[in-house]
């Protein structure tokens, strides 16, 4: 997905869909077998989730670097996360996850 400013993110991040814990099962396995169109589908829906933890970051740093920097960190996570286990929800790896790339993004601007 490209994003031309941050309110252009903001706006498509709000039309993503999230997909419900079955649909993220069967992406993920389909992932795990080497399907990339489904794990865009497991990216795709949890960019809202992306654009909250901007949202909370102050006016002056919801940049689209930030934007790069969770990015990556979602696709990190999405990469390493065994969305099979029933230990550890994806959405509070996600959320560790992007609150150290806000961090980061920080201590370097």
Not at 41 to 64: E, G
């Amino acid at each position: 997905m490209l994003f031309v400013s941050i309110d252009d993110f903001f706006k498509k991040a709000s039309e993503c869909k999230i997909l419900t814990r079955q649909e993220e099962l069967e992406c993920a396995v389909a992932m795990k077998n080497g399907d990339t169109e489904a794990r865009e589908r497991l990216i795709q829906s949890y960019i809202p989730m992306v654009a909250s933890h901007i949202k909370h970051a102050k006016p002056n740093m919801q940049t689209l670097g930030l934007v790069m920097y969770c990015m990556n960190a979602l696709d990190k996570a999405v990469d390493s996360f065994n969305f099979v286990q029933e230990s550890e929800t994806f959405a509070h790896r996600l959320s560790w996850a992007l609150r150290q790339a806000v961090v980061s993004y920080m201590v370097r601007k």
